[in-house]
């Protein structure tokens, strides 16, 4: 009799989980404060967005990934950074979906991190799942994310 | 242009061969099936059909998902019955999945040894929303825990 009940539970529990994640996977939200830096009340860097990443030591989304992209230039629309890990299945469709993104849009760039051996950015920028993708603008500051794989619509209409 | 600076295993993945995703969702589906009959059944047949669910999940876990007696059946007669698959997937995430599995069936199979019945119904209880998020949604909880794990273990490496 308990077994039953535990199956119908089960049953329930992922319905419902699967459920919501199909519906709020690849969702963008706006998270506009940057998380794990400290926020630029001013705003002034975004007229000269590469610039002011270069020069100012100003504490960015983009600077808080550190040594994780060092080998990368920022986009100057919109940067992708897209967190993945070895096991994960929709990984590689969103690294092909941000691709062609990067690819069509000019100004905007795609920048794959593997989750875990940068534990210290996935920590400090609240990252829990893989894929989440984050959307930094041209100043590197964070502007939306979405946990899970994106559709290209989805990224599109998200982009600053 | 786009970048990546994932080392090592994430890229590693990527140039290893795919596997037709639908697979590992029958075997999801088999595997849930067999749960629901754990569940359901007296004590001590539920702790012998656990008893051979632990060493499925072995077998997928030590041999990889695409050489289990589950992908063997699913070669056999389903996937004739489908289209071609729109995308391969990487066989590591669903592999690692089925350790989780055993994880979960170990702990089972010690409740219905030890007499502890509700222990092993539990941990079957858990293992079933892992297996039918898996056989619905092609969602892998398991993949999903592995950052989490990481997240909360210090770094020794």
Redesign the interface.
């Given at each position: 009799m308990?077994?039953?009940w535990?199956?119908l539970?089960?049953?329930v529990?992922?319905?419902a989980?699967?459920?919501y994640?199909?519906l709020t996977d690849g969702r963008f939200r706006g998270t506009h404060e940057v998380k794990g830096a400290s926020s630029d009340p001013v705003d002034e860097g975004r007229e000269a967005s590469l610039e002011a990443i270069q020069e100012a030591p100003e504490e960015t989304t983009w600077t808080a990934l550190g040594e994780?992209?060092?080998?990368?230039q920022p986009?100057e629309r919109a940067t992708l950074v897209q967190f993945?890990?070895?096991?994960?299945?929709p990984?590689?469709?969103t690294?092909r979906i941000?691709?062609d993104v990067?690819?069509v849009v000019p100004g905007v760039?795609?920048?794959?991190?593997?989750?875990?051996?940068h534990?210290?950015v996935?920590?400090r920028l609240g990252?829990?799942?893989?894929p989440t993708t984050l959307i930094l603008d041209g100043t590197g500051h964070e502007i939306a994310r979405a946990a899970g794989a994106p559709r290209k619509q989805q990224v599109l209409s998200a982009l600053p | 242009?786009?970048?990546?600076?994932?080392?090592?295993?994430?890229t590693d993945?990527?140039h290893r061969q795919?596997i037709d995703?639908r697979g590992p969702q029958f075997t999801a589906a088999i595997t849930a099936v067999v749960l629901?009959a754990?569940?359901?059944?007296p004590p001590f047949v539920?702790g012998v059909l656990t008893a051979v669910q632990a060493v499925l999940f072995a077998i997928g876990a030590a041999r990889g998902v695409q050489h289990t007696v589950h992908a063997a059946l699913f070669k056999r007669f389903v996937r004739p019955l489908l289209a071609a698959p729109s995308?391969l997937?990487?066989p590591?995430?669903?592999r690692?999945?089925q350790a989780v599995g055993l994880a979960f069936t170990a702990v089972a199979l010690i409740g219905y040894a030890t007499g502890l019945t509700?222990l092993g119904?539990?941990a079957?209880?858990?293992a079933?929303?892992a297996a039918?998020?898996n056989a619905?949604?092609?969602?892998?909880l398991?993949?999903?825990m592995?950052?989490?794990m990481?997240?909360v273990t210090p770094?020794t490496t």
């Open positions: 308990v077994g039953l535990i199956v539970a089960a049953v529990v992922a319905v989980f699967g459920g994640r199909a994780a992209v060092a080998k990368v986009g993945s890990s070895a096991f994960c299945a990984c590689r469709a690294k941000l691709g990067a690819g760039v795609h920048v794959e991190i593997d989750a875990e051996h534990l210290e996935v920590r990252v829990l799942r893989t | 242009m786009s970048a990546t600076t994932a080392p090592a295993s994430a993945a990527q795919g995703p629901i754990v569940l359901l059944l539920a995308e997937e990487d590591a995430p669903p690692f999945a509700l119904q539990i079957i209880g858990f079933l929303v039918l998020l619905i949604f092609r969602f892998c398991g993949c999903e592995y950052l989490l990481k997240r770094q």
